[in-house]
């Protein structure tokens, strides 16, 4: 069954990427997170081969996974959270380790990375947290550029329709602090949205 999908997947984006690749266009695979599927993920790139593939991810993957990926792909654009460990782990409930060894295998790649940073009020719009995250940044070689990206009070409706209450933790009603000049400080390319 798991290759008859992908074979169906992969035949309906070639019929697409044919048209992509004609208009300088490709496909990115965004989520959820799919590297939580790496194979189906891997099948359909394999099935791709010669369409601009990107991908959208946390990077919270086993390095054999990210490993396996790259040399796959043609783009990543990274969502990055957090920087201080201790913090990443209260508001995601995951270690960030796993994101940040990532994140340095793609030093070291040569793939073109867009990183984005999703700002959340009183969380990781602070200065301490744009800093670090400029400078672990600073001299990548491949890194296009950063984009600050507002926080969207969509989850509560998502909570709503599932008869949650929804509780962040944090004022989001609280204006977000969106400061590109630890970025551009240091040379990095950011953009504000």
């Keep these: 069954v798991f290759a008859v999908v992908v074979a169906d997947v992969a035949h309906r984006l070639e019929t697409d990427a044919g048209y992509l690749r004609k208009v300088g266009g490709g496909i990115t695979f965004s989520g959820g997170e799919p590297l939580a599927q790496p194979d189906f993920l891997f099948d359909t790139l394999d099935r ?49 380790e796993l994101i940040l060894a990532n994140l340095e295998r793609l030093r070291h ?26 400078e672990r940044l600073r001299g990548f070689p491949s890194l296009i550029r950063v984009e600050l990206l507002p926080y969207q009070q969509t989850a509560g409706a998502k909570y709503a329709l599932l008869g949650r209450s929804y509780e962040p933790g944090f004022d989001e009603t609280r204006p977000v602090r969106s400061d590109a000049d630890p970025f551009l400080s240091r040379g990095i390319p950011c953009v504000v949205y």
């Design 48 to 96: 791709l081969e010669g369409t601009h593939r990107a991908i959208e991810t946390s990077g919270f993957a086993p390095a054999s996974v990210f490993d396996r990926l790259l040399p796959r792909i043609d783009q990543i654009l990274l969502d990055l959270k957090l920087m201080n460990p201790e913090a990443h782990r209260h508001w995601t409930g995951q270690s960030n």
């Design 109 to 134: 790649a040569g793939i073109p990375l867009l990183v984005r940073i999703p700002l959340i009020p009183g969380v990781n719009d602070t200065v301490e947290n744009l800093d670090a995250t400029a």
